[in-house]
C-alpha cells in the first residue's frame, strides 16, 4: 500500500521560507509524476507544482517563481521549497502520486495522497 507522510509544515512571518518533504514508501515512485496541491479553509484544493521524468516541473502560476519542486528518488522523497511566503499562501499542502507518467494539475489523476500539513503564513 502507497503511503505518502507531509513534514515541514509551520508558521511563518510574510517573505519567510519553509520546506516541506515528503516521504513515500510502499513502491517506487521515481517513475511516476508527484504533485503538491494545497487547500485552505472554504476554498477548493488547488494545483501548487508537479514533477515528473526526473527533472520536469511545472508550477501553478500564483507560484511560480517562488516555489521550487524537487525530489530525492534515493530517498523516495519530493520537497517543496517556499520562498517569499505570502498570508494568500495558508492553506494545507497535501502531497500526491498516481498511475501517471506526466504530471498533472487535476487533483483526481493523482490516486494516493498524504494527511496535508499546515502551512500558516501571519505576522
Known amino acids: 500500500q502507497v503511503q505518502l507522510v507531509e513534514s515541514g509544515g509551520g508558521l511563518v512571518q510574510p517573505g519567510g521560507s519553509l520546506r516541506l518533504s515528503c516521504a513515500a514508501s510502499g513502491r517506487t515512485f521515481s517513475s511516476y509524476a508527484m504533485g503538491w496541491f494545497r487547500q485552505a479553509p472554504g476554498k477548493e484544493r488547488e494545483f501548487v507544482a508537479t514533477s515528473w521524468s526526473g527533472d520536469r516541473t511545472y508550477y501553478a502560476d500564483l507560484v511560480k517563481d517562488r516555489f521550487t519542486i524537487s525530489r530525492d528518488n534515493a530517498k523516495n522523497t519530493v520537497y517543496l521549497q517556499m520562498n517569499s511566503l505570502k498570508p494568500e499562501d495558508t492553506a494545507v499542502y497535501y502531497c500526491?502520486?498516481?498511475?501517471?507518467?506526466?504530471?498533472?494539475?487535476?487533483?483526481?489523476?493523482?490516486?494516493?495522497w498524504g494527511q496535508g500539513t499546515q502551512v500558516t503564513v501571519s505576522s
Open positions: 500526491a502520486t498516481g498511475r501517471l507518467y506526466s504530471g498533472s494539475v487535476y487533483p483526481h489523476d493523482y490516486d494516493y
